[in-house]
């Protein structure tokens, strides 16, 4: 009788125990999958930089942005199976803002092996730059299309200080060049470049540098 009831009293603790482990692992939360991490986080806009040179003269350097009030601050691109998504937030964005700003800024520096070779250095005057022209493309694989419709909104030229100030009447005068234009994006995908290539008056490509996300 009294093996009888110890065996009962075993079943019923092993059965207390199998109920306590099944009740644990009803009430465990379910994982939830991780939200994937972005690739890209574009607050501030699209900063583009790049280099060019004018033949048998001076080089200099390109330094950009592309802003649209703050539709770029709160853009993200993800990896996914179909390649890059963009997502403002919770919501997918595919195309580009209907009215865009470029701001540029170029100053002469001096050349690299890559572009020249030049045993004096020169640098880039009023008259070189004013000959320079900008023309725009938007980049989808290998097809550029012409930008079309670009608003000129700002222009100025300011002298660059050099260090030593006391020295400034012998040393060459040196400019920092800025512009801002209005570029039309309605329409263009996010995955599209813009692309800005610099000619010379005699139709060398002097720069040609992209904005990209």
């Known amino acids: 009788?009294?093996?009888?009831?110890?065996?009962?009293?075993?079943?019923?603790?092993?059965?207390?125990?199998?109920?306590?482990?099944?009740?644990?692992?009803?009430?465990?939360?379910?994982?939830?999958?991780?939200?994937?991490?972005?690739?890209?986080?574009?607050?501030?806009?699209?900063?583009?930089?790049?280099?060019?040179?004018?033949?048998?003269?001076?080089?200099?350097?390109?330094?950009?942005?592309?802003?649209?009030?703050?539709?770029f601050d709160d853009l993200k691109s993800f990896d996914s199976n179909d390649g890059t998504i963009f997502r403002q937030g919770p919501s997918e964005v595919t195309q580009f803002p209907e009215k865009l700003s470029l701001s540029l800024y170029i100053h002469d520096e001096p050349c690299s092996n890559s572009l020249q070779t030049v045993r004096t250095r020169t640098y880039l005057t009023r008259e070189q730059m004013s000959s320079v022209k900008l023309s725009l493309y938007w980049k989808h694989g290998v097809e550029l299309r012409p930008v079309e419709n670009i608003n000129q909104l700002h222009t100025s030229v300011e002298p660059i200080e050099p260090y030593a100030k006391e020295l400034a009447a012998?040393?060459?005068?040196?400019?920092?060049?800025?512009?801002?234009?209005?570029?039309?994006?309605?329409?263009?995908?996010?995955?599209?470049?813009?692309?800005?290539?610099?000619?010379?008056?005699?139709?060398?490509?002097?720069?040609?540098?992209?904005?990209?996300l």
């Open 1 to 71: 009788m009294g093996a009888l009831i110890s065996r009962i009293s075993y079943v019923a603790l092993a059965g207390f125990f199998l109920l306590g482990a099944a009740s644990a692992q009803t009430q465990k939360k379910p994982k939830h999958p991780k939200p994937p991490e972005p690739k890209a986080d574009y607050y501030g806009g699209v900063f583009l930089v790049g280099d060019g040179g004018i033949v048998n003269g001076p080089c200099f350097r390109i330094n950009g942005r592309v802003t649209s009030g703050r539709f």
């Open 170 to 212: 012998e040393l060459p005068k040196r400019y920092v060049w800025s512009y801002e234009l209005g570029v039309p994006g309605a329409g263009v995908p996010l995955t599209d470049s813009l692309v800005l290539v610099f000619h010379t008056a005699d139709g060398h490509i002097a720069a040609r540098v992209a904005a990209r």
